[in-house]
Each structure stands twice: as C-alpha cells, then as structure tokens.
C-alpha cells in the first residue's frame, strides 16, 4: 500500500535562517510526490511536483524539494524563510499507478519566528 | 482567473438537518474530489468524480452524498448532519490525460453543527 510519512509534527524556525520540511514515502512504482501549503482557513496551495528527472525540484515561493530514491524521501526546502511561510504544509503521494486519488501527510506546522 | 470556489465559505446546520455544499469550477476538469478535513489534519478523501463516474470512498458514511450535474459543478448533501460532522469541506479538481497534474483546491467550506 501507498503510504507518506511527515515525521515532524512543527518546524520552528528563525526568519532568514533555511528551512527543512521532512517527508518519507513508500510506494509501489515510480512515485508521484506533490507538496501543498495550507495557511489558516483556506484550501490546499500546490508548492511543487516531482515526477520523474531532476532530483531537484523547485517550486513556488522559493521553495525546491530535493527527490532521493535511496532514502525513499522527499524533503522541502528553502534557503531563507520568512515570517510569512509559516503555515501547515502538506507532502502527498499518488496511490498507485492509473488512480486519481492521492495519499496526504499528516502534515507539518512550519512556525517562522521574527 | 481560473478556479475553484466552493460555496458558502461558513455554513451552521442545526443536529440532523440537512445540509448541501457546492463547488463550481472554471478549469474545465473532468476530475473532482471532495475531501473532509478536521482540525488541521490530513484531507481525508470522500469520493471523486472522473468525468461522471462517482468512486465513492469504502469509509464513507452513507450519511454523504454527491452529485456532479455538469462538469463545472458538484454538490456534497449532508442527509443527517451529526456533531462529528463539523469539519473543513474542501473540493478540488484536477485534469486527466497529462502525468502528475496536482490538484487544485478551493479554499473550502467550514461546517458547523448545532
């Protein structure tokens, strides 16, 4: 079964300073990894994709995500933050080959200090 | 600009009292989800609609429903709203046909239950 892993429920972390968002996955065939950002009641926000190439992603807002097949991960990243990236940040995984339904993290609440 | 937007943005029902969410969409995509999502958890998946074809989720509670008249609109009817229905609705869309398209959300409905 398709599963995703945010090992950290909060990232606190001091403005300008880089940031890493943790995500681990498991998956059968190539995976289709995504991350979402959700600030305060509103909907899911698409950062960026990994599909296939690349092992660097970069994405919206500044933020890449690095892809490493070894350590079945898929972290994001940023290399100075700001007070305005504080949100709560989604990695997903497609569920399986041919489907249109996607497997969300629990989730991981990035808190960027002044 | 193209988007999805779900109405109303707050909605209050009283115990047992039927209650129907709506989310149109501009995109003109053939996929739609309707997600349920508690207390900054993850999304949880209800049912999808590819083109007209329903794929109800095996959890959901026969308590929701769904209808898509047309490819801009969908509809999620709450028959009996209990307290532990009070969560975020949030719908999305995404296209089929192009390889890891991501989903595009709308910024949801918050329903509450008297």
């Known amino acids: 079964a398709q599963s995703v892993a945010q090992p950290e429920d909060q990232v606190n972390v001091a403005e300008g300073n880089p940031l890493t968002v943790k995500c681990t996955y498991s998956v059968s065939g190539n995976p289709y990894l995504f991350w979402y950002v959700q600030y305060p009641n509103r909907g899911l926000q698409f950062l960026l994709k990994y599909i296939t190439g690349d092992n660097l992603v970069k994405g919206s807002y500044g933020f890449e995500a690095e892809f490493n097949k070894s350590q079945t991960s898929f972290h994001l990243k940023k290399p100075s933050a700001l007070v305005s990236d504080s949100a709560l940040y989604f990695c997903a995984v497609r569920d399986g080959a041919g489907t249109y339904k996607y497997i969300f993290g629990t989730g991981t609440r990035l808190k960027v200090l002044a | 600009d193209a988007m999805v937007i779900q109405n109303p943005r707050y909605q209050v029902t009283q115990f047992g009292k039927p209650v129907t969410l709506s989310c149109s969409q501009t995109l003109n995509h053939n996929v739609m989800y309707w997600y349920q999502q508690k207390s900054s958890q993850a999304p949880k998946l209800l049912f999808h609609?590819?083109?007209?074809?329903?794929?109800n989720e095996a959890d959901t509670p026969d308590n929701f429903q769904s209808r898509r008249p047309n490819t801009s609109f969908c509809f999620l009817d709450i028959r009996s709203p209990g307290l532990g229905d009070a969560a975020m609705y949030l719908c999305?869309?995404?296209?089929?046909?192009?390889?890891?398209?991501?989903?595009?959300f709308g910024d949801g409905t918050r329903l509450s239950i008297l």
């Open positions: 609609y590819y083109d007209k074809d329903f794929n």
């Open positions: 999305a869309t995404r296209l089929s046909g192009r390889r890891g398209q991501p989903q595009h």
